[in-house]
T-cell receptor, first 110, second 114 residues
Framework: RKEVEQDPGPFNVPEGATVAFNCTYS??????FFWYRQDCRKEPKLLMSVYSSGNEDGRFTAQLNRASQYISLLIRDSKLSDSATYLCVVHTGGGNKLTFGTGTQLKVEL | DADVTQTPRNRITKTGKRIMLECSQT?????MYWYRQDPGLGLRLIYYSFDVKDINKGEISDGYSVSRQAQAKFSLSLESAIPNQTALYFC?????????????FGEGSRLTVL
């Protein structure tokens, strides 16, 4: 079983739609979780951290369910510019060692 | 200019050749990483370094070596390249006093081994 699993998509949604991605992780001892965004042929960039109580950043909401070992990302009012691959990331070790999921591709269409 | 710079950005080489990918950063971060990205496999950690005298293997270090020449420079070498090392390679940095989980990536080096 992969340490971090995501549905690769693509998720094709119309502009203005709400879309949600889930990610599961296998290590119950994992403490910190993140979502990164990667545009086509570009480097990944941190989108947001995921806190135990859930957190929002504008149109983006991240949630953590420790009991079921999954995290989610909800995007409201999708924009064309949200089209990208969203990487689920888990902090697995000392320092800043991160384990990345394979990503979920989102395509927002007119 | 990018804070994390990788060279070359694209390279095509032949099996058996030695290849070096270089990474330099102006962010002043002490920690540097090399990842490779393959379709369907995501980003995987090759090596990481928490300071100039510290080198650690990641999950897929076989066939690779690294050198931390200075705080700002971290190079990745393929001593004898093979086709399954064809991938997109990313260098990344982080600050030990910074936000957990925040890596700053270079723009990537696309390597093709024929």
């Amino acid at each position: 079983r992969k340490e971090v699993e995501q549905d690769p998509g693509p998720f094709n949604v119309p502009e203005g739609a709400t879309v949600a991605f889930n990610c599961t992780y296998s290590n119950s001892a994992s403490q910190s979780f993140f979502w990164y965004r990667q545009d086509c042929r570009k480097e990944p960039k941190l989108l947001m951290s995921v806190y135990s109580s859930g957190n929002e950043d504008g149109r983006f909401t991240a949630q953590l369910n420790r009991a079921s070992q999954y995290i989610s990302l909800l995007i409201r009012d999708s924009k064309l510019s949200d089209s990208a691959t969203y990487l689920c990331v888990v902090h697995t070790g000392g320092g800043n060692k991160l384990t990345f999921g394979t990503g979920t591709q989102l395509k927002v269409e007119l | 200019d990018a804070d994390v710079t990788q060279t070359p950005r694209n390279r095509i080489t032949k099996t058996g050749k030695r290849i070096m990918l270089e990474c330099s950063q102006t962010k002043g971060h002490d920690r540097m990483y090399w990842y490779r990205q393959d379709p369907g496999l995501g980003l995987r950690l090759i090596y990481y370094s928490f300071d100039v005298k510290d080198i650690n293997k990641g999950e897929i270090s076989d066939g690779y070596s690294v050198s931390r020449q200075a705080q700002a420079k971290f190079s990745l070498s393929l001593e004898s390249a093979i086709p399954n090392q064809t991938a997109l390679y990313f260098c990344a940095t982080s600050d030990r006093t910074g936000r957990i989980g925040e890596l700053f990536f270079g723009e990537g080096s696309r390597l093709t081994v024929l």
